[in-house]
């Protein structure tokens, strides 16, 4: 029997990564219907669905998917649940790793309880690369051991836990994805991409952690949510998927790409004191998903020049996000900054 996924409950749709998903199955697919299930955290907008508010297919409703009487009443109406819902930030995740384990374990319990209920068609996790913890040689494959070094990644692998349980003790058709580090437009400028950006913008410090060499694998955030797409239509369920492009580029490069893009002098780097139980490496092997006939469209360079030019004219979207709240997180996050690293 053909799979026919046309509803689907997206839940953290109105957050950076989930707001590219939307936007793109929306564009691709004319029979789609999509309900977004958003808490609007400091992380989640309304405003990151603007260019698809008018959609008739699209539904959005505020609500937290640790609400299991809101959840229900929304996942008795759809196929499938889509769950990008999350806190997000590794830094965050070391100054209160409370919300983490709400949201993402507990909240993600809470809709594999309704999958199951509502017998629904599949359930995607979307998933990080940090659940391997680091990488010092080779590549992750998807059957390796999990070994979470964060408290954010922790709360991921322990979500994941729960999502291959469901397959297991349920026969829920579960499917995850383990993205690697993802950037582009709407990105909430706390990650090292958006930040790096805006504080060049700003003619601020860009705070490297560290001697900066620690390195990550950039993906193009529609990259990833076609990745998602692909996955979830093609994917067999039980199993993860690696989504990666195989690149490697430190935190000292982001630097110099950032401010040569954003015609910036090298003097606004900044070492500071580094992040506790860094990872410095992650690295995927990313042979499950090509059958699938995804792979990656945008290389760093390209995307890194998509992205300076999607921050230089949207500078109201983003100077409304660093607020004095979020400037009360750095102050609290970043040890050793110079004057010049907030806003005087
Ligand atoms: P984000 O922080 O931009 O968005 C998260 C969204 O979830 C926000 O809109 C927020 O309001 C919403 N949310 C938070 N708690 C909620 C709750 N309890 N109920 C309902 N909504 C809630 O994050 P992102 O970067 O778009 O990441 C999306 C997903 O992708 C996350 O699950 C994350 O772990 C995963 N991921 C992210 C990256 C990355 O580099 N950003 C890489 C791999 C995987
Ligand atoms: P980040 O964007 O926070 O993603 P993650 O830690 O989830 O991979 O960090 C990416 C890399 O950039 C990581 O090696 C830490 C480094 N980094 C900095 O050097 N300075 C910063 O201000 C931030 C946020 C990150």
């Given at each position: 029997?053909?799979?026919?996924?046309?509803?689907?409950?997206?839940?953290?749709?109105?957050?950076f990564?989930?707001?590219?998903?939307?936007?793109?199955?929306?564009?691709?697919?004319?029979?789609?219907?999509?309900?977004?299930?958003?808490?609007?955290?400091?992380?989640?907008s309304?405003?990151?669905?603007?260019?698809v508010?008018?959609d008739?297919?699209?539904?959005?409703?505020?609500g937290?998917?640790?609400?299991?009487?809101?959840?229900?009443?929304?996942?008795?109406?759809?196929?499938?649940i889509?769950n990008?819902?999350?806190?997000?930030?590794?830094?965050?995740?070391?100054?209160?790793?409370g919300?983490?384990?709400?949201?993402?374990?507990?909240?993600?319990?809470?809709?594999?309880?309704?999958?199951?209920?509502?017998r629904?068609?599949?359930?995607?996790?979307?998933?990080?690369?940090?659940?391997?913890?680091?990488?010092?040689?080779g590549?992750?494959?998807?059957?390796?051991?999990?070994?979470?070094?964060?408290?954010?990644?922790?709360?991921?692998?322990?979500?994941?836990?729960?999502?291959?349980a469901?397959?297991?003790?349920?026969g829920?058709p579960?499917?995850?994805?383990?993205?690697?580090?993802?950037?582009?437009?709407?990105?909430?400028?706390?990650?090292?991409?958006?930040?790096?950006?805006?504080?060049?913008?700003?003619?601020?410090?860009l705070?490297?952690y560290?001697?900066?060499?620690?390195?990550?694998?950039?993906?193009?955030?529609?990259?990833?949510?076609?990745?998602?797409?692909?996955?979830?239509?093609?994917?067999?369920?039980?199993q993860?998927?690696?989504?990666?492009?195989?690149?490697?580029?430190?935190?000292?490069?982001?630097?110099?790409?950032?401010?040569?893009?954003?015609?910036?002098?090298?003097?606004?780097?900044?070492y500071?004191?580094?992040?506790?139980?860094h990872?410095?490496?992650?690295?995927?092997?990313t042979?499950?998903?090509?059958?699938?006939?995804w792979?990656?469209?945008v290389?760093?360079?390209?995307?890194?020049?998509?992205?300076?030019?999607?921050?230089?004219?949207?500078?109201?979207?983003?100077?409304?996000?660093?607020?004095?709240?979020f400037?009360?997180?750095?102050?609290?996050n970043y040890?050793?900054?110079?004057?010049?690293?907030?806003?005087?």
């Amino acid at each position: 029997m053909a799979l026919r996924l046309r509803r689907l409950l997206v839940t953290g749709g109105a957050g950076f990564i989930g707001s590219a998903f939307v936007r793109q199955r929306l564009t691709a697919d004319p029979e789609i219907q999509i309900i977004v299930l958003d808490k609007l955290t400091y992380a989640g907008s309304e405003e990151n669905l603007a260019e698809v508010a008018g959609d008739p297919r699209l539904r959005f409703v505020q609500g937290d998917i640790a609400d299991a009487k809101a959840v229900d009443a929304l996942a008795a109406e759809v196929d499938a649940i889509v769950n990008f819902a999350a806190e997000s930030h590794v830094d965050r995740s070391l100054l209160d790793a409370g919300a983490f384990v709400q949201t993402d374990v507990y909240g993600t319990y809470v809709l594999l309880e309704a999958a199951r209920k509502f017998r629904h068609q599949r359930f995607m996790q979307v998933s990080t690369d940090e659940v391997y913890g680091e990488v010092k040689d080779g590549r992750s494959r998807e059957d390796d051991p999990l070994r979470p070094r964060s408290p954010y990644a922790a709360s991921k692998a322990g979500a994941e836990m729960l999502v291959g349980a469901y397959h297991v003790s349920y026969g829920l058709p579960i499917l995850v994805t383990r993205g690697s580090n993802t950037y582009g437009p709407y990105q909430f400028p706390e990650k090292i991409i958006p930040l790096f950006i805006t504080n060049a913008l700003q003619d601020l410090a860009l705070p490297i952690y560290g001697n900066g060499a620690a390195v990550r694998d950039y993906l193009y955030v529609d990259d990833h949510a076609a990745g998602i797409a692909r996955v979830l239509w093609k994917g067999e369920p039980g199993q993860a998927y690696n989504l990666g492009t195989g690149s490697e580029v430190s935190g000292v490069q982001v630097a110099d790409t950032v401010l040569e893009l954003c015609g910036k002098p090298k003097s606004l780097k900044h070492y500071v004191k580094d992040r506790p139980g860094h990872d410095y490496r992650y690295a995927l092997d990313t042979r499950r998903v090509l059958p699938l006939g995804w792979r990656p469209g945008v290389e760093f360079r390209r995307g890194m020049e998509l992205t300076v030019a999607w921050f230089r004219t949207h500078q109201a979207w983003w100077q409304r996000r660093k607020s004095p709240e979020f400037w009360d997180y750095y102050r609290r996050n970043y040890h050793g900054l110079p004057a010049n690293a907030v806003p005087q």
